[in-house]
């Protein structure tokens, strides 16, 4: 059986996945999946990089990776070399999945469901049922815990392949703002100007870091709340500004980032747009200054928050960053206010080798909105900007 | 607010949503979702053709459509012209849902759970807990069931457009081995062959129809056992069966259909090939005749593997078909056997609209497996052939 080397960074994770698992005092993690080609578990792409068909469990333990898959699936799952031990089945999985789960007699079997996370809520209601089914009359029934925890430590902790990874997926998009500096024009509609980003990223050999039809965000004039409706047949005009959202992903990896550009010199930008471009950078600047481990995520938003109130605007609607990874929303912590619907994850701590957006809006009286966003890496001592942040507003004459 | 043209298709499933609920006994059904860019429930894209960022709820009753999103969610939801009622909420969806569902009043509410079904399967543990949690001092909480059969019926009933999509996928599948036959030579690798299949893919500018690292599956010789391992390295050889799995995806929607070619003139095929051969196109000659609105999953099933029985081979070990639409694997009624592993979908009941495979292996003593897999759509009278039935071995000499 030749090992395919192309899932190196998969072999990486699932290694790391077994070594978290006793600092969260799990015994084993259990990824219990099914036609994954229709519907995955968001961390299978993070230590798998395929799908699986039938009923399959991934077990994870200190010193084990064993994967239980249907028959037709054993062969692609053995080639990639993740898995220490890989049992195929035809009829039933249920009796190999309580041999292996008798074998290892795991005290705490951590399975994929939060309500705060996405990225860690991988199980459905349908294959929750069935595995307390196959469990019923084992002891293992009642040893079931939520991963949330091994999955966030697991995808926020990235390895070295996965930062470079990300860095090239950042660069890339980057390269693509330069030559849009010289393509965009004044008169251009918003859905031309979208169709040239496609058109490098085919020339740059990247996917989207996000559902295409609204990436890049691109959000012409005063009208267009910055939001998720996709580029529109909406002109660009002289002294109105031009928003983007935009990420490539990059070998299965993401960049996120905004920028402004305004149209006409740099001495006719209104005062309130120069003044609502400097608060978003700053206060960006500012977060970036305050981020570090050991941070919780809620400080370093109410740092760009308490900002923004200070400088006179409305607070932004929204996170001040999430994670970046595989995902361009990454789960895990979340740099954001205590609001509902973020759940706990505003709560958790900021960790050497996350990689965080820094991003918020200011609304103008007359220019509608300005907004920009900057990718970092938590280093040791604080963070660096994986972006080069906009330090000004790109004119276009 | 210009309604998009593009979601005709979405609009009209929809539509069939409302009209299914009173028939199933079903007052209301919701969709609960978030962040489905990273993990989407299966019947979004059904519905909906795009995704929610926020926790979001869908709610169909018979006479009304209510979709409460987040707030930078409502332009683009609203755009497509699907829902009567767009709510955006900023902090938290909480009082909206309990708010509309007071409206509307529900005594049974459908839910997104399924144990056997993947595709009725995409509610989360963790959104479960979550809706749990929002509905509790509330009536709705002990109102809820699973949406399973109403999804089934939604995805098995294919609409007129539906079905056109179909067909359009299946020509182009066909169009493709049409254009191999002249392309394939002894000699070549399984990956130079699946290669020349994608760029044919591109020039049809058609995706793939399931994971694309084996779509096409090609499986050249004797040892390659047919499955998910994708193309290798492996040369086709005079004398020897190459088999093809091969679906496409048009305008969302898949065709699925095996193939085998023979490398040697008609008059070289060895008898245990031409019998194999006749024994899986019979077989499946032999179902689609039995085919018919009422049959159930397994007495489809039981009539090709009788078949195979019969002729002396061993029973193949998956099931005979499965339905096709959006996905590749549709969900809904399976030809299946009565397994485990299949749950209760062999126990389905056959409907007029319906698409499904019909496909099987038999294993020979020297040249490995041969498979073929069909598409047909179901009739008031029986089945239509959406494929051409392969009849003879395709020999390449």
Redesign the interface.
Same mark, same amino acid.
């Given at each position: 059986m030749v090992i395919e080397m192309k899932y190196e960074i998969e072999r990486a994770k699932a290694q790391q996945a077994c070594e978290i698992l006793k600092e969260q005092d799990i015994d084993a993690w259990l990824i219990w999946v099914? @036609?994954t080609?229709? !519907? %995955?578990?968001?961390v299978l792409e993070l230590i798998l990089g395929?799908?699986l *068909?039938?009923?399959s469990a991934l077990i994870f333990t200190e010193n084990e990776k064993i994967a239980i898959v249907g028959?037709?699936?054993?062969?692609?799952v053995k080639?990639k070399g993740i898995f220490d031990t890989v049992i195929p089945y *035809?009829?039933?999985?249920?009796d190999e999945l309580i041999k292996q789960l008798s074998r290892k007699d795991p005290n705490r079997i951590a399975i994929?469901?939060?309500?705060?996370?996405? %990225?860690?809520?991988?199980? *459905?209601?349908? !294959?929750?049922?069935?595995l307390l089914?196959y469990l019923k009359n084992t002891p293992f029934s009642n040893r079931l815990m939520s991963a949330e925890h091994h999955i966030q430590k697991l995808r926020g902790r990235k390895t070295t392949e996965e930062v470079s990874r990300i860095r090239m997926a950042v660069e890339i998009a980057e390269n693509i703002f330069e030559k849009a500096k010289n393509f965009v024009k004044v008169g251009m509609t918003e859905i031309e100007i979208y169709d040239y980003f496609h058109h490098c990223m085919k020339e740059y050999d990247v996917t989207s870091a996000? @559902?295409e039809?609204?990436n890049p965000a691109v959000d012409a004039g005063p009208y267009k709340?910055?939001? +998720?409706?996709?580029p529109i047949e909406n002109k660009t005009l002289a002294g109105h500004l031009l928003h983007f959202d935009f990420g490539v992903k990059y070998r299965g990896y993401c960049s996120d980032i905004q920028r402004m550009f305004f149209f006409g010199n740099k001495r006719d930008v209104p005062a309130e747009v120069q003044d609502a471009f400097e608060t978003v950078r700053d206060g960006i600047q500012a977060a970036a200054d305050f981020v570090r481990p050991g941070a919780v995520g809620y400080e370093v938003d109410a740092v760009a928050r308490d900002f923004v109130k200070a400088a006179g605007y409305e607070e932004y609607? +929204?996170a001040l960053g999430h994670q970046l990874g595989r995902? %361009? +929303?990454d789960g895990g912590t979340l740099l954001g206010p205590k609001? @509902?619907?973020y759940g706990d994850s505003p709560m958790g701590v900021v960790e050497v080798g996350n990689v965080f957006t820094l991003e918020f809006y200011v609304t103008t009286e007359h220019y509608g909105q300005v907004s920009l966003e900057e990718d970092i890496l938590i280093t040791r001592e604080g963070c660096e900007f994986l972006s080069q942040p906009q330090r000004e507003l790109i004119c276009i004459s």
């Open positions: 099914r @036609e080609s229709q !519907m %995955a578990d968001p395929g799908d *068909t039938w009923q028959n037709f699936d054993k062969d692609g080639s *035809t009829a039933s999985i249920r994929n469901y939060s309500v705060n996370d996405v %990225a860690a809520d991988g199980l *459905t209601v349908g !294959m929750h049922k069935l089914d996000w @559902e039809e609204h709340q910055f939001g +998720h409706a996709g609607q +929204h995902l %361009a +929303h609001w @509902e619907r």
